[in-house]
């Protein structure tokens, strides 16, 4: 794989080296480049420089510019204002560091791997074992997926981790249920039918919850089938089992319709750390990080208090002898850092459980899990609302099944692919293999392309639009650049250096020449939105260039056409690349 230095990146080079030849006793300084509207670049570093070594800004930018190498990357340079430094670069230089990125066979299109690779486990998309999904598992799954891409391209080393809800006190009110009615599980779908096997679940949940709540008698036997249940009794086990088998059925039918791989070994649910709660108890009892308060085995923290002053307490180990979520999560962090060497632990949750985690994290700090060389995480997200900006409903008020949610924006969208279909000359099933493309990519745009930890309305007609900043957009500026490609006959890409750009030629060349530093930032603060924002101003300039760019002109000398056919080429590419790590497809005709 080649990796190609960012035009951003060898400028920032040139003027340190300048700054260093230049200016001696400023010792190693920061240029401080930042793309500008007044040239390609500006440098801002020489003001700070001056008030250091009490010189006058505007001479020493002049020395600074006498430092730097003639010809090449730099076109042209102007000192402005107190000392700026505005940098305009060659057409030459754009285009063969694109060519570069373009000659990558990797598909990386010269994006390096990070230097300091390490081990993230990152938590994602947590469901619960028997019971449906809904709105409110959409993001955890959406930008986790996400994330997990990203990370991989960079370089990072992921572990995939799903911690479902599949232990508690409910199993021993459906397994109890499902002794006392044998054939409950049974449905008319065949073994990989997903919905059928929720649709059984949620029938068998709600008639023994009934019971439970109705028969004491009932309600005792299923509390003596949770500690059947814990103390390991086969048969308990084996019909715990097939609650949990039949509902991963039904949770690989909903990852399937979000077009995301959820692979069995990953999902490791709370039962998962089951062996080592009280283990985990010992050791912060031991160690003193717990205590005993009122029966109960408690961290305690001066910083979080109730409303009457109190301190309230992380409970690790209940009054009654039970574990809460603290120990599981406490479990997990130890066989995370401990068994699977991570570096970093990621957890893609709900922001109203934030202080949970602080917790967590803080009490994991105080027994020595986690050390200077790990650092955990939570990726904290909002909550998707309606239109009416209340959290997302039905109308009758019930919390909207994710299932339902998909079928809606699938069908939304194939409305939208047919009604161009005929223009564009697609079957019956590419309509209906794009439409699910277009209907799952805006769903998950309009996640992804808003900062993690805000809200979003949830606007299906907004989502599907073909303009605006939406998926549909960009899938249309990748569509549209494959029909180019397709009717250039003879003409192939290829970069012609020698050319002379035009304005709009050089902004999308330039922004093409961004991807590898926008995936590093992303990469490292967890925030594919900033990907997202990437991607619609790269279908922006595209667009642009088409208003003032032909590409396929007659009146356009040939290596004109090819230069322009290689930037509308490496766009797509990029769209294509950039796309696939959000999860989303990009169909080749739209």
């Known amino acids: ?14 003027l340190a080296d300048a700054l260093t030849a230049a200016l001696p006793d400023a010792g190693a300084a920061d240029p401080l480049l930042r793309r500008s509207d007044r040239a390609d670049f500006q440098a801002n570093g020489i003001l700070a420089l001056a008030k250091k070594l009490k010189g006058n ?6 020395q600074v510019t006498a430092a730097l190498p003639a010809g090449g990357l730099i076109k042209d340079i102007e000192v402005s ?11 030459r230089a754009i285009v063969e560091t694109l060519a570069a990125r373009a000659a990558d066979g990797e598909g990386r299109l010269g994006v390096p791997l990070k230097d300091d690779a390490g081990t993230t486990v990152i938590d994602y998309a947590q469901p619960n074992v028997a019971k449906e999904m809904h709105v409110g598992h959409l993001r955890s799954a959406v930008i986790g997926d996400a994330v997990v891409r990203i990370l991989e391209f960079t370089g990072e080393n992921v572990v995939r981790r799903h911690h479902i809800g599949d232990w508690g006190t409910q199993f021993g009110m459906l397994i109890q249920y499902l002794i006392e009615h044998p054939g409950a599980l049974q449905h008319e779908g065949g073994p990989g039918d997903g919905e059928a096997a929720m649709s059984t679940l949620n029938r068998v949940y709600k008639e023994s919850r009934a019971l439970f709540d109705s028969d004491e008698e009932f309600k005792a036997r299923s509390r003596d089938r949770v500690v059947a249940l814990q103390a390991g009794d086969p048969g308990t086990l084996e019909l715990w089992h097939r609650f949990v088998d039949e509902s991963k059925i039904y949770f690989h039918s909903v990852f399937d319709k979000l077009d995301m791989e959820i692979r069995d070994p990953d999902i490791v649910g709370e039962s998962g750390y089951n062996d080592m709660l009280e283990e985990t ?3 912060l009892e031991e160690t003193g990080v717990a205590v005993r308060s009122e029966g109960a085995l408690c961290v305690f923290f001066d910083d979080v208090k109730g409303p009457d002053g109190n301190r309230v307490p992380l409970i690790v180990k209940k009054t009654n002898g039970g574990y809460g979520y603290a120990a599981t999560d406490l479990s997990a962090v130890r066989n995370r850092v401990q068994d699977l060497k991570a570096d970093t632990l990621l957890y893609v949750v709900d922001a109203r459980q934030s202080l949970h985690f602080r917790m967590v994290f803080e009490t994991a700090r105080r027994a020595g899990w986690l050390g200077d060389d790990v650092k955990a995480v939570q990726l904290a997200f909002g909550t998707v609302l309606g239109k009416d900006g209340k959290p997302f409903k039905t109308r009758e008020g019930e919390t909207v099944r994710l299932e339902d949610l998909l079928d809606e924006a699938v069908q939304r969208a194939t409305a939208v692919v047919r009604d161009k279909a005929e223009k564009v000359g697609l079957s019956e099933e590419e309509i209906v293999e794009n439409g699910r493309y277009v209907g799952i990519g805006a769903v998950k745009y309009a996640d992804l392309s808003t900062s993690a930890v805000r809200d979003y309305k949830f606007d299906l007609d907004q989502m599907v639009a073909l303009h605006g900043d939406t998926s549909v957009y960009l899938q249309y500026a990748y569509a549209r650049i494959r029909s180019i490609l397709r009717k250039a006959g003879d003409a192939v890409p290829a970069a012609h ?11 999308l060349g330039l922004h093409l020449d ?7 930032e992303v990469g490292a603060g967890y925030e594919p939105h900033k990907l997202a924002a990437y991607l619609y101003q790269l279908a922006s300039h595209l667009t642009t260039f088409y208003d003032q760019c032909q590409v396929l002109s007659p009146d356009n000398a040939p290596e004109v056409v090819e230069n322009r056919l290689f930037l509308v080429e490496l766009t797509a590419r990029t769209l294509h690349r950039g796309m696939a790590l959000l999860g989303i497809r ?5």
């Open 497 to 507: 250096p020698e050319l002379e750009l035009a304005p709009a030629e050089r902004a």
């Open 57 to 62: 800004p505007r001479e020493l930018a002049a």
């Open 281 to 283: 108890c010992r050791i």
């Open 514 to 520: 961004q991807f590898g530093e926008v995936l590093a």
């Open 1 to 14: 794989m080649a990796s190609v230095p960012s035009l951003a990146s060898t400028l920032q080079q040139q």
């Open 81 to 91: 204002g107190p000392g700026f430094l505005n940098v305009t670069l060659t057409d």
């Open 586 to 590: 990009t169909p080749e005709r739209l």
